[in-house]
């Protein structure tokens, strides 16, 4: 019950500012609908509408991070966290009412993606289901470094990182629209060390239904998700403990 009040208040606290849902949902679609305009206007395929939902689906959760960060580090700094410290809620439950909110913001902004992609000429299937079941743990994923950086950076620092630093990253590293084998060396080698890229071939396979190429992407996506989490819950309860 604590969690879920908790939860409540957080997904008001989001809901305060229309901005943040245009960038939460709005965006990732309006950068859909451009890329594969840009696609009909050139004679190369670049922007397949099937192989670009799934990049642009895991690249609008990176604004769930900057959500994440922003809501964390403005309670901080209002000391509103601090009252409730004195409260029976442990860091867990704190770290479940701020992610219950984006995870459902999350799974909201893919439902719209696939739905627009539609319209476009994606096909109906069941493997779409998988997919957005799959872009769960990877917004858990953002959803940790947002909480990660709220709890350990001023907000002003956090919102920097998680915004325009992570957004970045996700977009270049992540081949939500390049394909990274064209570019090949070093660059490839750090995008496929981090998630960004699992989480978008994944995608890919699941809706195409090549069941079996999702692995083994799902394991570098699943293992940075909860070794965030972790992290996040303890560097938050240590950070609740110090204050």
């Known amino acids: 019950m604590r969690i879920l009040?908790?939860?409540?208040?957080?997904?008001k606290e989001i809901l305060r500012d229309p901005l943040s849902l245009f960038f939460g949902i709005g965006f990732p679609v309006v950068l859909l609908l451009l890329l594969s305009a840009i696609n009909?206007?050139?004679?190369?395929?670049?922007?397949?509408?099937?192989?670009?939902?799934?990049?642009i689906a895991v690249f609008g959760l990176s604004f769930m991070a900057l959500f994440a960060a922003q809501v964390l580090s403005k309670d901080r700094a209002s000391s509103f966290l601090t009252r409730l410290f004195t409260t029976p809620m442990t860091s867990t439950d704190f770290i479940m009412g701020y992610s219950l909110p984006l995870l459902m913001m999350s799974i909201v902004q893919g439902i719209v993606c696939y739905i627009v992609a539609m319209f476009m000429g994606l096909s109906i299937?069941?493997?779409m289901i998988v997919a957005l079941a799959l872009l769960?743990?990877?917004?858990?994923?953002?959803?940790?470094?947002?909480?990660?950086?709220?709890?350990?950076?001023s907000e002003r620092a956090a919102v920097g990182i998680c915004g325009a630093l992570l957004t970045n990253l996700s977009a270049w590293l992540s081949g939500a629209w390049i394909d990274l084998n064209l570019i090949g060396g070093l660059f490839k080698d750090v995008a496929f060390i981090l998630p960004f890229v699992h989480a978008v071939e994944m995608g890919k396979a699941a809706l195409t239904g090549e069941y079996g190429d999702i692995f083994p992407h799902i394991w570098w996506v699943l293992g940075y998700a909860i070794i965030i989490s972790v992290v996040a819950i303890a560097m938050f309860k240590k950070k609740m403990q110090a204050e």
Not at 5 to 11: D, G, H, I, K, Q
């Open 40 to 55: 009909r206007s050139i004679p190369v395929d670049l922007f397949n509408v099937d192989s670009l939902t799934p990049g």
């Open 136 to 153: 769960i743990p990877t917004s858990i994923i953002f959803i940790g470094i947002g909480l990660l950086c709220g709890t350990l950076l």
């Open 125 to 127: 299937s069941v493997s």
């Open 5 to 11: 009040v908790f939860a409540n208040r957080t997904t």
